[in-house]
């Protein structure tokens, strides 16, 4: 690891704006004034909002109510290469990955945190386009950023850019939602096609071997949730299958809630062209990781109005039944498949797409 | 960037229980079986708690109170090296770090998330020592660690491993402190030794040229501030000097408050050691960052009852007042010299130790 250790000069004249040729500099992650530039320049500009402007160690954050409630708090680490893909980047998934975590309590998403490791060399205008993007998509969201950090890597000890972001909802303690009440008799709804995500990501990567017309499904989710919610208030558990995919996400559910999960193959949605990627590849895509998709957990008597609910939805108009909850054989997920078998669907063993998000 | 994409198999047997002369690989990271491994092996059997015990993709968090308040929240990505340094870890630093951020609103901390990025090829050993001083710190603050995330990245494309804590603390209405709150005729203290920190690590990495007896400053501040707030109500500004130092800090406060800070060179605690190996780099320790140290601002009539409540306390024992704050030229920072002069002391201009914290 090389050090620069120059010794700081007092009165130094102040470095010049920043302009959008530079790239990432040692400098920018040290606290000191070309730290404050960066954070002026490029965050400030683009995701100022009355707390970050407070300028303290700390975002303030009221809670915008007085209901009995708690909060929904969730973290995630975003590495996905390469950082702009069709449907997304690296920026619009920062914000919808935590987002959909936090809604996923059926609470309210109040505000978020960002914060970044920075490769030295990256391009400022790389930089730019990514916190324009996050910034878009929060804005959507109709959330806060409310604190940030920013450290640099020297070049070689990062890959371009990194991005954390955390997320706080707000619960009314009348909710109870989670992957421990699936109940036997439930109805499993999926809000979309599989795998769309990894595979638009692969894609982008050039490893397909072939043109793939497939994009990213990345989304927020807490408005398809809203309405999943109005129209079936009983629901048990809402769960996005990223890493791991909806195979993998099923068997967290039947594990937590000590029941058995029973899909059927022919009513899972596959997008034709991540049918064919898989089919050529050797995957199965239960196991690719989607970005804005949702799976619904609910009573039977609420299914059909829950189902209505999320068609009627722009992120939930290919919902579909897949399935229902079981007491026998507690936590396994089984799928019926076309030929009429019956199949255990297993957790991910490994990886089979490592940086997709 | 290579990938490896293995299909699925099903049924495979599942990997043995993690061991400890293991390192780190891709399939940590994935989602599937592998990561559910390293979490339920290696994080959650030090983690534990009844909010990770529930496995959602959020952490439930209740506030303990019906007050009137608010939140305080802050976001720390952690990237030190060496990993491990006289004093302590970037594992305890990853913890004291952020309760410091959110305790400096005078709020009390709730808790804490934890987001890991590791290199491949980290040693299993390496991540078990450092999540043990996270769970130990934790435990010391008092606060659960109520949400994580694990991503892998390939071998050179991050250095062994980041840690990001986003902290959340619960502030009663009545409080008011913050950087803006610094008034004319407030006086301005300081808990200990400048640049501790800073040192121990140049230390640690063999870059002082010689032996030098400096350890880090990290502590979680929330205990000392409590006892400030108890003696002196009406404190104004909290702060830790980290990176950027002192000199830094006081800058950030003097333009958010619109006012000038004041202090005396004679004033200014410094370690011996850490002062010898000062100026032979030729650094100046108002820069050097510290993880353990507060700046109180309080009105002048509560400055005694907060120094002698902070000299009471194991991490302010060295606490002395080192200044005061005065509305002419606002903004500015402003120090007597021991030889009498005055001299401007200015925000650091770009880096002087990377990878500090």
């Not at 407070?54 to 975002?59: A, R």
């Not at 072939?210 to 499904?217: E, G």
């Amino acid at each position: 690891m090389t050090e620069s250790t120059y010794p700081v000069i007092e009165g130094a004249v102040c470095p010049l704006p920043l302009s959008h040729d530079q790239t990432i500099v040692m400098g920018h992650g040290a606290g000191g004034k070309m730290s404050q530039e960066l954070i002026r320049d490029l965050f400030q500009s683009r995701l100022m909002n009355p707390i970050l402007a407070e300028n303290n160690d700390f975002g303030r954050l009221s809670i915008p109510t007085n209901q009995p409630g708690h909060l929904a708090v969730s973290t995630d680490m975003h590495m996905v290469t390469p950082l702009f893909f069709p449907g997304g980047d690296i920026g619009s998934l920062a914000i919808c990955g935590t987002v959909n975590d936090i809604a996923m309590s059926g609470g309210i998403p109040l505000a978020i945190t960002a914060s970044f490791i920075l490769e030295e060399g990256l391009a400022i205008n790389t930089l730019a386009a990514i916190v324009d993007s996050m910034a878009e998509t929060a804005r959507q969201v109709g959330i806060p950023i409310i604190a940030g950090d920013t450290k640099v890597a020297e070049k070689g000890n990062a890959d371009k850019i990194f991005i954390n972001t955390t997320g706080i909802a707000w619960v009314p303690d009348s909710r109870r939602i989670g992957g421990q009440y699936a109940h036997p008799g439930d109805i499993i709804l999926l809000s979309g096609t599989m795998g769309d995500h990894g595979i638009a990501v692969l894609a982008a990567r050039g490893e397909l071997g072939f043109q793939a017309d497939v994009q990213s499904d990345i989304a927020p989710l807490h408005g398809l949730i809203g309405t999943v919610l109005q129209a079936a208030p009983h629901t048990h558990v809402l769960r996005d299958p990223t890493r791991g995919g909806v195979g993998t996400t099923l068997n967290e559910i039947a594990r937590q809630s000590r029941t058995s999960l029973w899909i059927e193959e022919s009513l899972l949605p596959v997008h034709p062209t991540v049918q064919a990627a898989c089919e050529m590849l050797g995957f199965d895509p239960l196991y690719i990781a989607n970005e804005g998709k949702l799976i619904v957990i609910c009573p039977p008597e609420e299914a059909e109005q829950a189902l209505t609910a999320m068609r009627q939805h722009a992120y939930g108009k290919q919902a579909v039944v897949i399935g229902e909850v079981k007491a026998e054989d507690p936590g396994r997920v089984l799928m019926r498949t076309s030929y009429g078998a019956t199949r255990l669907v297993d957790t991910l063993a490994g990886e089979i797409l490592p940086r997709i998000c």
